[in-house]
């Protein structure tokens, strides 16, 4: 499988992501610069974590305005497989790929810490491997994730079973309906944002990331 | 700032005798940045040369941007580095610039930073909520935007810190062997190219400032404070590594105090050749600036690159890759002056050697020493469990997770073991450089308890080392160096200037019985505040990072306990126990004073070394080591993050309050699967250390404690979790 890895200046995430398609999958991994305009060679594109252009504006709001974000408009369109990581989540709403925001966590602070997540769709591409209601541990590390959409997009999403990870337990930020993740309708773009890459390997502490790896390149 | 530029009228006649004429005043503002303490260590420079700087390991040791240590399979440089002052002024943006600078002074060795620890202190904390979340905000902001991650630290509260807190951050990071930059330029007709973020009128004199101390006008120095853009960061540090690794620079200098003036006198005096220096070109982000503020601002997220003429196209192109402005600034000369020109004019020249060379040394050996009393400090009595519940709400043994969850501990993938295990320790791989990748892994730990320096500097200083190198050992890693942060008050006054003299002789007495090196480090002096008639300054403050190797990155320890198993003290348990300079003897009575127990390196030594035996050989399943709040607290914080119980029986003749709560070195508790006890015990017998079975790990969710058949304490878990946990709650 061929997966591209989205660099937006300050991505930060996105040699981490490289490494564990490249290293640990052992799949054919790119790195893609923000001004390119062609996805086709890839059957995938992940949009990694990070401050993309700094959070100026609004997290994900000038990455939005990229060669590379207007590609992957493109890309998603074919009903090819789009992965949104932290800040790539924040782009992907930006892009309106996905419907609803990420706002500032409620208590205004940014928040480091391993979550439980219930899976809650396990149709998509970056789930199929993985049990319905699962409970997975995840990394969150963000300052500006908390889920909000007006009530009648909202229910939109829980009617169209578009949650893909709902906080299990404690809601760390605030989401509504303690949404951590979620897809599109056609379910070939997914935004999230815990880190799977950051618990994909044993010296990491946890392997829960990599059912999210496995279910993409199966 | 006064109209000397920070010079005493002694230093400015001695300026006027060497360069022969009066100087003008862009050429003042010069001298009195590079002659600040901050940048030329006048009153310092005999005490740094006490420490021991070589070692099998070292490649590069103090004197350039860091230090570098050679792995088997890639070079690791790092430092430590004080933002102390600027930190009282404006929190936020001066612990940011902190984390900004020393992050550059990495990538000046050609190295990817790949992790950061910061050591903080801080004042009474019903007093400090300004500086607190500020200075918590300020590195959060900086380390997790560019996306390294902050994999531990230390924060340390008291009332002495409470108008001059300390911010020191140490930043570590790998690079393939054998391609170390310095500071250089090799021949005449090379370039001086700037690169990064463009120049404005902050942190003007932000050098001199850091090297004064503060009065009441002191949060008037706003000004003087440098602002950080950590996305400029990120960028620069991206630009940097892409040059890097085509090997285009032939030095690389970065613009930290002193601005473009420090970063041109420091090429010029290391590559020993003149520079000459055109201020027009260089991109400005204010109108009107004159030479005076260009030469001398602090604006942050520049570097000065050295090469060669014919590389310039391709560095342009880097510069606009990446988005970052850019200039030739100068170029490399065979004589011995450096010129400055702006708009046409020769605004400065100076002799590089007499800048760098000519500041008189300010230090005095003091005439007095200090002896710290004999008295024994033994607390009135008291219920021994009321003292252990308020050891877990002090803010200094309360969980610091209010804090370092708003730090990214994770990102770059690296952090094996992250914040609040006795040391960070940190895997060695850069994805896009296959070549850069060990299984060796790297700890790292910062210490300084700065109640053992006030109550006993030099023994003090002699314990502060050893806890680093026994932090080290309890994750499984071998002390290999140290990089110092020597935090002191002003030493224009006698005591501070007995006190810092006994700190430095006991640090470098303890590291060379240790062989264990300091390769880079910094000093930070005048951490004073007068007001009125008040004077306060810091209790002594050296901060140590410890650096450590792990053969194996996998074969890690961390200090919770695993399952019902044996528990045992090891070390050098015949030891006189003490409360002099604890914890304990600060909360009870308001101050530190007294004797330490000598501690016994050679023990400790040999304690480090079994250790790291016994986690390689799979014989333990936790070790942490006995420090502040004692054996007790050593204990809870194993606990509490389980869902285990502790039972302890001591058979003992020693006082149960002194034996719970002195802070002695030399001990480590370690857990044991019983299966595995005796084998454990042979081990340690082979040594002359002790051990002691101090009692077992159940899965009852109970902590009690029996002294000598009686039950001391009995304390339920959950409720001192949650005190425990939430002390400091509020306060970031």
Known sequence: ?218 | MDNLHGLTEQEYETIKSLIGREPNDIELGIFGVLWSEHCSYKSSKPLLKRFPTEGPYVVQGPGENAGVIELEDVFVAFKIESHNHPSFIDPFNGAATGVGGIIRDIMSMGARPIALLDSLRFGDINQSKRITKGVVKGISHYGNCIGIPTVGGETFFDECYNKNPLVNVFCIGIMPKNKIYKARATKAGQLLFLIGSSTGRDGIHGATMASSQFDEKALKRRSNVQIGDPFYGKKLLEAIMYMVDKDLPVGIQDLGAGGIAGACFEIAYKSNMGVDINLDEVPLRENDMNAYEILLSESQERMLIVIEKENLQELINIANKFHLSWCVLGETTTSDTVNIYFKGEKVASLDYKIVAEGVPSCYTQPSKTFSPSMEKFIPEKMEPKDLFMKLISNPNIASKEHIYTQYDFEVGTNTVLGPSSDAAVLRIKWPLRPDVKSEQGIAIKADGNAYYMEADPYEGARWTVSECVRNLACVGAKALAFSDCLNFGNPRREDVAIKMELCVNGMADAMKEFSIPVISGNVSLYNETVEGSTITNVMPTPVIVGVGLLEDVHKHMDHRFKKPSSLFLIGNLNQEYTLNGSLVQKILTGSVKGTLTKVDIEKEKLLVELVVKLIKEDLILSAHDVSMGGLITNIFESLVDTNLGASISLYIDEDPIVFLFSENPTRIVVSVEQELEEQFKNIVEQTPLDWMLIGSITNERNFTIEYNGRELIRCDLETAKHIWKNSLKDFF
Request: proline share 5%; with cysteine; net charge negative.
């Open chain 1, 1 to 218: 499988m061929k997966i591209g890895i989205c660099v937006f200046p300050g991505s930060n995430c996105d040699y981490d992501t490289y490494y564990i398609v490249k290293d640990i999958l052992q799949e054919d991994a790119e790195l893609i610069d923000y001004t390119s305009k062609d996805l086709d060679r890839f059957d995938a594109v992940i949009l990694p974590g990070g401050f993309s252009f700094g959070d100026y504006l609004r997290p994900g709001a000038l990455a939005s305005k990229t060669p590379l974000a207007e590609a992957i408009v493109n890309f998603a369109s074919k009903g090819r497989y789009v992965l949104g990581i932290c800040n790539g989540f924040q782009i992907l709403t930006e892009l309106k790929l996905l419907p609803g925001a990420l706002l500032p966590n409620e208590n205004d602070k940014f928040i480091c810490k391993r979550v439980n997540l219930s899976v809650e769709n396990i149709s998509t591409a970056f789930t199929r491997k993985i049990e319905d209601k699962e409970v997975i541990t995840l990394p969150i590390a963000h300052h500006d994730g908390r889920f909000y959409a007006p009530q009648d997009i909202l229910e939109e999403i829980e009617a169209n079973n578009q949650v893909v990870f709902r906080y299990q337990g404690e809601n760390p930020n605030g989401s509504l309906n303690a949404i951590a993740g979620i897809c599109n309708k056609s379910g070939n773009v997914v935004g999230m944002m815990p880190h799977p890459e950051r618990i994909s390997e044993d010296i990491l502490g946890g392997l829960d990331g990599l059912k999210i790896w496995h279910s993409l390149i199966a």
